[in-house]
């Protein structure tokens, strides 16, 4: 008797089919508090707002606000509120956002009920971070631009004289721009021939492009550049989808690693943010996800393109651990500014 009237008191809440771990009590206090502020490094249109409208739908009365940054402008303002006594943000979003936060005590232990059967890799045991999406990074290319043999199948293509001054990427500081490949093929090739790739695809002269990975993404459907290097495959599928002259390339193995959410310490709408986390981490949340053809963290939800994970794609990843980020990004970094800038 008790639980079905627990259950119809939360249907009187929130509806009849809440994110798994939102219970009443925290929905209530969610709902009194009125609004969440989401620090993302998501693209807006694709899929910020849709899971701002998701979550405003399934709860009403909630508000998201969000806005989109970079995962160092995320980090610095949050910082600079800290520091001013002023903290506007609940919730935040990015590859590496995490550590430099957590290194400050800015980052909230909440182990998120409806995460709990994320493999270990995608969530923190502490509850410091949980992976929303995870990323696939690889070259695209424009599709009336590049053809048939032209297409690069191997790191090696990228050789080719033929796309010196031909190829760009973003100036991306973190593991999703030219470190995460610098990673990639130190760990493929060794240190000595790593180093010795790597040098030879500096002498072509890649562009750098101070933008997000999908303003180089949107030069090469532009036709400014038939190459892009570093792009997000699941990207390339959403323009393709839209009908823009592009594709992905299968450079194997893809640098790999996830897009983690985390809760603000001291956040000024504490309960919201804990009931976002939950619905967004959820099954529900993560449908979401993949509705937007972004590539669901949650191992029982797929993708809605199933080929643009490993699995059903067919091609190889490497995964770049959080603990492999911290030991090694500052080391891919150095030698990015040092060979190609």
């Known amino acids: ?99 430099p936060l957590g290194d400050a005590d800015l980052v909230e232990s909440y182990p998120v009920e409806s995460a709990k059967g994320y493999p270990p890799e995608l969530r923190d ?4 971070w949980t992976a929303l999406n995870v990323y696939f990074m690889t070259a695209g ?46 760990a493929l090739k060794g240190e000595a021939v790593g180093m010795a790739y790597l040098k030879a695809l500096a002498a072509q002269k890649v ?27 699941h990207h390339a599928a959403i323009s393709a989808e839209q009908g823009a002259p592009v594709a992905w390339a299968r450079l194997e193995p893809f640098p790999s690693n996830a897009n983690m959410i985390s809760m603000v310490k001291g956040a000024p709408h504490p309960n919201a943010a804990k009931l976002f986390l939950e619905f967004v981490l959820s099954v529900e949340g993560q449908e979401e ?7 669901p963290a949650h191992p029982t ?13 067919g091609f190889k990843a490497r995964t770049v651990t959080p603990d492999m980020l911290r030991a090694g990004e500052k080391g891919w970094t150095a030698i990015y500014q040092d060979q190609f800038r």
Do not use: H
């Open 1 to 99: 008797m008790k639980r079905i009237l627990v259950a119809l008191l939360a249907m009187a809440i929130g509806g009849p089919a809440q994110a798994a771990g939102a219970d009443a009590a925290l929905i209530e206090a969610a709902r009194k508090e009125g609004q969440v502020v989401w620090y993302s490094t998501l693209i807006v249109n694709q899929i910020t707002r849709p899971l701002a409208l998701a979550f405003e739908k399934k709860y009403p009365g909630i508000k998201v606000q969000y806005s989109r940054a970079t995962s160092t402008d995320v980090a610095l303002k949050i910082t600079g509120e800290a520091r001013a006594g002023r903290i506007q943000a609940d919730i935040f979003d990015g590859s590496n956002t995490v550590f």
């Open 125 to 128: 045991a502490n509850g410091t």
């Open 141 to 186: 290319y424009n599709t009336d631009l590049v053809k048939g043999a032209d297409i690069p199948k191997s790191f090696d293509d990228l050789l080719n004289p033929k796309w010196a001054g031909k190829m760009a990427w973003t100036t991306d500081p973190t593991v999703n721009g030219p470190p995460g490949f610098i990673q990639n093929i130190l």
């Open 207 to 233: 562009v750098n492009i101070p933008a997000a990975q999908r303003v180089v993404l949107d030069k090469v459907i532009a036709g400014e550049f038939p190459i892009g290097l570093m792009i997000f495959n």
């Open 289 to 295: 996800v993949a509705r937007d053809l972004y590539l």
């Open 301 to 313: 939800v797929r993708a809605k393109v199933a080929e643009l994970k490993p699995d059903a794609g």
